[in-house]
């Protein structure tokens, strides 16, 4: 079935460049998304990439793609305290239809 | 734009009650998600609706039941509350289903607590 993995913690210094790393498992994903959720709130869409595309940047962000090995990542540059928050990886494939299939998230930290 | 908006944000239940939880979506998205997180199973898809109809379903007991009404208001219920229904309960909202990069846009949520 459908599984979306992600690593639970990484922790870096302000200023220095995160990488947050995500690898799924359907092969028909169209379209793979990176949210961001702050403690108490709800999901806010940072950035997605359509599966025909290896790298999209935005402003400080970097997706990756690499559809072979089916992994994505996330780096975010010059890293802020207030980057500190939970990062979701998720893909939308045809097995799932319309719903997304999320990752467990993975919890940046950034210490000054 | 207004956003995602859902309320209740927090409530408490016991077990056996029922709830009824709202989300508005975005003006002009005609399309609800909902989503239940916990820390143990972290997000999991509970249904979508699209223009009044159920277009997809995940893999939760009938307990869970949702309607959508007309100007895309929609209502998430669940009954016979257990305590391992405890959560971040999640709505979405998209444009049209199937259409460009489907993009979700998340509300605050509404944390239940069941005792």
């Known amino acids: 079935g459908e599984d979306v993995e992600q690593s639970l913690f990484l922790s870096v210094r302000e200023g220095d460049s995160s990488v947050i790393n995500c690898t799924y498992t359907?092969?028909?994903?169209?379209?793979l998304y990176w949210y961001k959720q702050e403690p108490g709130a709800g999901l806010q869409l940072l950035t997605y990439?359509?599966?025909?595309?290896d790298m999209k940047q935005d402003q400080r962000l970097t997706v990756l793609l690499n559809k072979k090995d089916k992994h994505l990542s996330l780096r975010i540059a010059d890293t802020q305290t207030g980057d500190s928050a939970i990062y979701f990886c998720?893909?939308?494939?045809?097995?799932?239809?319309?719903?997304?299939?999320f990752g467990k998230g993975t919890t940046l930290s950034v210490s000054s | 734009k207004a956003g995602v908006t859902q309320t209740p944000r927090y409530l408490i239940k016991t077990r056996g009650q029922q709830v009824t939880l709202s989300c508005s979506p975005i003006?002009?998205?005609?399309?609800v998600s909902w989503y239940q997180q916990t820390p143990g199973q972290g997000l999991q898809f509970l249904f979508e609706?699209?223009?009044?109809?159920?277009?997809n379903k995940g893999n939760f007991p009938g307990r869970f039941s949702g309607r959508q009404f007309s100007n895309s208001r929609s209502e998430m219920n669940v009954s016979t509350l257990e305590l391992g229904d405890s959560a971040l309960y999640l709505c979405?909202?998209?444009?049209?289903?199937?259409?460009?990069?489907?993009?979700?846009?998340f509300g605050e949520g509404s944390r239940l607590t069941v005792l």
């Open positions: 979405a909202s998209s444009s049209t289903p199937g259409t460009g990069s489907g993009e979700l846009f």
């Open positions: 609706y699209f223009s009044e109809t159920q277009r």
């Open positions: 359907d092969s028909s994903s169209t379209y």
């Open positions: 998720a893909e939308r494939g045809r097995q799932a239809g319309t719903a997304l299939i």
């Open positions: 003006s002009g998205h005609r399309s």
């Open positions: 990439i359509f599966s025909n595309m």
